[in-house]
């Protein structure tokens, strides 16, 4: 079975433009969750979605959203991009709500310039 | 609220080495603790997990242990290699409706040959 994959793995924008980042989860795999690390540091929380809805937030600006398609796949879009949404931005899969295995993907490496 | 104080580092120790990582948390209820680790240019993965107290986690010779007593889930390994030269994370998921990981800032570890 393919693990969680994300799409793209690096990619380079400016300052003031859009992304949209992807994630595909482990099939069955209903709850997909959003983590940013920057350098140097803990992934920090973003957004989990189950079964298409909002589940929780992290402390993100509204520049941050997503969502979650009929699929479970999921998307996060960032937009106005500042220098310091340069990070590596994770996904993680779960069966379900409040089940303890978590997989991630290996991440998208993004660049604001 | 919630939060994850790991060592700092870098950690640097030679091969067949102990190794001892500490973690303490700071949660309500009774969380789930979990050690994920970093390679180079890759995402996490789950290394171990522990939830509930007194739990013992283990996988590839490491060891941590839920103490709840202490608040704390220290990461060891008996004999180190050059292979587990990485970034170890520790991290704690309340049952909480948000459901999401709180990781600490990660720790990172050179072995030497």
């Known amino acids: 079975d393919a693990g969680v994959t994300q799409s793209p793995t690096h990619l380079i924008k400016t300052r003031g433009q859009h992304v949209t980042l992807r994630c595909s989860p482990i099939?069955?795999?209903?709850?997909v969750s959003w983590y940013q690390q920057v350098l140097g540091q803990g992934p920090q929380f973003i957004f989990q979605?189950?079964?298409?809805?909002?589940?929780g937030r992290g402390n993100f600006p509204d520049r941050f959203s997503a969502r979650q398609f009929p699929n479970y796949s999921s998307e996060l879009n960032v937009n106005a991009l500042l220098l310091g949404d340069s990070a590596l931005y994770l996904c993680?899969?779960?069966?379900?709500?409040?089940?303890?295995?978590?997989?991630f993907g290996s991440g998208t490496r993004l660049t604001v310039v | 609220g919630n939060s994850v104080t790991q060592m700092e580092g870098p950690v640097t120790l030679s091969e067949e080495a102990f190794l001892t990582i500490n973690c303490t948390y700071t949660?309500?209820?009774?969380?789930?603790l979990f050690w994920y680790v970093q390679y180079p240019g890759e995402g996490l993965q789950l290394l171990l997990k522990a939830t509930k107290a007194d739990d013992k986690g283990s996988n590839k010779g490491f060891e941590a242990t839920y103490r709840k007593e202490t608040t704390s889930f220290h990461l060891e390994k008996g004999s180190v290699q050059v292979s587990d030269s990485a970034v170890y994370f520790c991290a704690l998921r309340t049952a909480n409706r948000d459901d999401k990981i709180i990781f600490g800032k990660g720790t990172r570890l050179h072995i030497l040959p």
């Open positions: 099939s069955g795999h209903k709850s």
């Open positions: 993680a899969s779960t069966p379900g709500v409040s089940d303890y295995g978590y997989t």
């Open positions: 949660a309500t209820g009774y969380p789930s």
């Open positions: 979605y189950y079964e298409k809805e909002e589940r």
